[in-house]
């Protein structure tokens, strides 16, 4: 694991110090609230897996903004998300780059079960589908054509022809994802589903979630999932950039959907630590959000920041892919095909459209989706769903760091949903037309053809 070092800053924390006692004669009761303020730990260890939206850890350590509350971090690559969930329970690391289901995953008890809690979300978006080239060659024939180049958004109503003809050959169908709780699961379920293809059901005795599958998913680490298809172990695949594009820039496969065209604006990563964790150093925790906020308002800044990002990212300590491969997905184009390059400028946010803040209405999709697919293997009243988005989400972790960094005059009000509820209300941009209600999960659940609704059971 490569681990990247920024050592503490003494003489800025003696700065601080010596104007915090000079200055307290004067500022009274404000001087006092930031000695309260003083975060409870100050050298800090996170985890990331090598990934694009991984950045706001990046940019927040590069620019210095951990060291600007007071932080001395280390960050630390991990060798996939098992690992780095384990290692964020057990305390190896403070916190980390986690997979939005990871923390209600947890808490739910599917897999590992422990009580892990969000108060940041990372980013919007970030993820593609990808099918290996000869199945790209199989699909083509069945997807429309507009102005001369294939119709986007790329549906699975092709993909299913191809699994149906390969299902009477007696061939199976293969596609990865990176973990059984992971948006790429969800997206990828989600997708497959809308075109008529059962993903597969997991149940109590067998967590490989195949159970009636027409499509049979698999666990990958998301940098060997270009390798695996290449190698035939896999047929396709969902996962985060940059290994997308990678399969482009290899000649190895074709991106055919993002996951912006399946749910525009949808809920990627979150930032991940432990309850006991989040209990015990409150102002730690408040702090590393400011820095977080930071970095990802300095990542939808401008131009000029994403490509210094991607610059930043391409080092071997983080993403180690080449810059032009991260900056093919997080300078405002996507390219499909080799050569068909369309512009995306949504399809990496991190601060944009409330990126940052917990919502419930987020969480309560992620458990919708895992009660769907058979994860929860019991019906749950609509009130089961808040009591758990609400155990898991910490908005006013969130909004105490917001308001701090506005009293700073570091971000204005406008830059958040300072009257939200924690809901985003009635949520379009699905690509199979469906509508979401993050208040109404078991209503939302009743609309759908493949999967568990309410009193269902595999």
């Given at each position: 694991?490569?681990?990247?070092?920024?050592?503490?800053?003494?003489?800025?924390?003696?700065?601080?110090?010596?104007?915090?006692?000079?200055?307290?004669?004067?500022?009274?009761?404000?001087?006092?609230?930031?000695?309260?303020?003083?975060?409870?730990?100050?050298?800090?260890?996170?985890?990331?897996?090598?990934?694009?939206?991984?950045?706001?850890?990046?940019?927040?350590?590069?620019?210095?903004?951990?060291?600007?509350?007071?932080?001395?971090?280390?960050?630390?690559?991990?060798?996939?998300?098992?690992?780095?969930?384990?290692?964020?329970?057990?305390?190896?690391?403070?916190?980390?780059?986690?997979?939005?289901g990871?923390?209600?995953?947890?808490?739910?008890?599917?897999?590992?079960?422990?009580?892990?809690?969000?108060?940041?979300?990372?980013?919007?978006?970030?993820?593609?589908?990808?099918?290996?080239?000869?199945?790209?060659?199989?699909?083509?024939?069945?997807?429309?054509v507009?102005?001369?180049?294939?119709?986007h958004?790329?549906?699975?109503?092709?993909?299913?022809?191809?699994?149906?003809?390969?299902?009477?050959?007696?061939?199976?169908?293969?596609?990865?994802?990176?973990?059984?709780?992971?948006?790429?699961?969800?997206?990828?379920?989600?997708?497959?589903?809308?075109?008529?293809?059962?993903?597969?059901f997991?149940?109590?005795?067998?967590?490989?979630?195949?159970?009636?599958?027409?499509?049979?998913?698999?666990?990958?680490?998301?940098?060997?999932?270009?390798?695996?298809?290449?190698?035939?172990?896999?047929?396709?695949?969902?996962?985060?950039?940059?290994?997308?594009?990678q399969a482009?820039?290899?000649g190895?496969?074709?991106?055919?959907?993002?996951?912006?065209?399946?749910?525009?604006?949808?809920?990627?990563?979150?930032?991940?630590?432990?309850?006991?964790?989040?209990?015990?150093?409150?102002?730690?925790?408040?702090?590393?959000?400011?820095?977080?906020?930071?970095?990802?308002?300095?990542?939808?800044?401008?131009?000029?920041?994403?490509?210094?990002?991607v610059?930043?990212?391409?080092?071997?300590?983080?993403?180690?892919?080449?810059?032009?491969?991260?900056?093919?997905?997080?300078?405002?184009?996507?390219?499909?095909?080799?050569?068909?390059?369309?512009?995306?400028?949504?399809?990496?946010?991190?601060?944009?459209?409330?990126?940052?803040?917990?919502?419930?209405?987020?969480?309560?999709?992620?458990?919708?989706?895992?009660?769907r697919?058979?994860?929860?293997?019991?019906?749950?009243?609509?009130?089961?769903?808040?009591?758990?988005?609400?155990?898991?989400?910490?908005?006013?972790?969130?909004m105490?760091?917001?308001?701090?960094l506005?009293?700073?005059?570091?971000?204005?009000?406008?830059?958040?949903?300072?009257?939200?509820?924690?809901?985003?209300?009635?949520?379009?941009?699905?690509?199979?037309?469906?509508?979401?209600?993050?208040?109404?999960?078991?209503?939302?659940?009743?609309?759908?053809?493949?999967?568990?609704?309410?009193?269902?059971?595999?």
């Amino acid at each position: 694991m490569k681990t990247v070092h920024r050592a503490s800053a003494p003489r800025r924390k003696f700065i601080q110090k010596a104007g915090a006692l000079l200055s307290g004669s004067l500022l009274g009761a404000r001087a006092w609230a930031q000695k309260k303020a003083t975060p409870e730990k100050e050298v800090l260890k996170f985890g990331f897996i090598k990934l694009t939206d991984c950045a706001p850890l990046v940019v927040a350590y590069e620019k210095h903004f951990f060291e600007d509350e007071g932080l001395s971090v280390t960050l630390e690559a991990q060798a996939n998300w098992k690992v780095l969930l384990d290692r964020v329970i057990d305390g190896q690391l403070d916190g980390a780059h986690m997979l939005a289901g990871q923390p209600l995953g947890a808490t739910v008890g599917f897999g590992t079960k422990a009580d892990v809690v969000t108060a940041f979300s990372m980013d919007l978006n970030g993820n593609g589908i990808t099918v290996s080239n000869a199945v790209w060659q199989e699909m083509k024939p069945f997807l429309p054509v507009e102005g001369g180049r294939i119709k986007h958004p790329i549906k699975a109503d092709a993909l299913k022809k191809v699994v149906d003809k390969w299902k009477a050959q007696g061939k199976p169908f293969k596609m990865g994802m990176v973990f059984p709780v992971s948006t790429h699961n969800y997206e990828l379920r989600y997708w497959l589903a809308a075109g008529g293809l059962h993903p597969g059901f997991y149940t109590s005795g067998d967590v490989t979630g195949t159970k009636n599958a027409d499509v049979q998913l698999s666990v990958t680490p998301p940098p060997q999932m270009p390798a695996t298809m290449e190698a035939g172990t896999i047929n396709g695949y969902c996962v985060g950039e940059p290994w997308n594009q990678q399969a482009v820039v290899k000649g190895i496969g074709v991106p055919v959907v993002t996951d912006l065209e399946i749910w525009k604006n949808n809920p990627e990563k979150v930032f991940g630590v432990t309850k006991a964790w989040a209990d015990k150093n409150p102002n730690t925790h408040v702090a590393v959000v400011k820095a977080l906020i930071r970095a990802c308002m300095w990542l939808d800044t401008s131009m000029a920041n994403r490509i210094e990002a991607v610059k930043l990212l391409s080092r071997p300590n983080y993403v180690g892919a080449d810059e032009a491969v991260i900056g093919a997905s997080m300078t405002g184009t996507y390219e499909y095909e080799k050569g068909d390059k369309r512009p995306l400028p949504d399809f990496n946010v991190f601060f944009r459209y409330f990126a940052t803040y917990p919502f419930y209405s987020d969480a309560v999709w992620y458990l919708t989706q895992m009660r769907r697919w058979g994860q929860i293997t019991e019906s749950k009243p609509d009130a089961w769903y808040m009591d758990i988005a609400k155990k898991v989400y910490l908005p006013g972790v969130y909004m105490a760091a917001a308001k701090a960094l506005i009293a700073e005059g570091k971000a204005k009000e406008v830059d958040f949903p300072m009257k939200t509820d924690g809901f985003k209300g009635l949520q379009d941009g699905f690509i199979d037309g469906m509508t979401y209600d993050g208040r109404k999960p078991n209503e939302y659940l009743g609309k759908f053809k493949i999967g568990l609704k309410a009193s269902d059971a595999v």
